[in-house]
């Protein structure tokens, strides 16, 4: 079994910050690509932030320059920073991550349970 639990999210005023983590555990052989989705309410997915094992980073246009996105391999775990906060940036936020599972030696997509973020005054 593999599990993604996050954390971090919460309410937060125009402008300000939050660190959202997600910590892979469970059955894990490696993990290769991490990243961040989110979904607001009426809305479909989309991906904000994805990092490779080898620390590759890619952005949605509307966070660069505003989240941040790392990785501590040894810790399973993925970050994003997320900053200069907006009313739209308000959504559920998804950790996903590609894993090699030690029980079937194949990969898979794994999601987390979302945590939520909502920008408000």
């Known amino acids: 079994q593999v599990q993604l639990v996050e954390s971090g999210g919460g309410l937060v005023q125009p402008g300000g910050s939050l660190r959202l983590s997600c910590a892979a555990s469970g059955s894990i052989f490696s993990i290769y690509a991490m990243g961040w989705y989110r979904q607001a309410p009426g809305k479909q997915r989309e991906l904000v932030a994805t990092?490779?094992?080898?620390?590759?980073?890619n952005y949605a246009d509307f966070v660069k320059g505003r989240f941040t996105i790392s990785r501590d391999n040894p810790k399973n775990t993925v970050y994003l920073q997320m900053g200069s906060l907006k009313p739209e940036d308000t959504a559920v936020y998804y950790c996903?991550?590609?894993?090699?599972?030690?029980?079937?030696?194949?990969?898979?997509?794994?999601w987390g349970q979302g945590t939520q973020v909502t920008v408000s005054s």
């Open positions: 990092i490779t094992s080898g620390g590759s980073i």
């Open positions: 996903n991550a590609d894993i090699r599972s030690i029980a079937t030696m194949t990969t898979a997509y794994y």
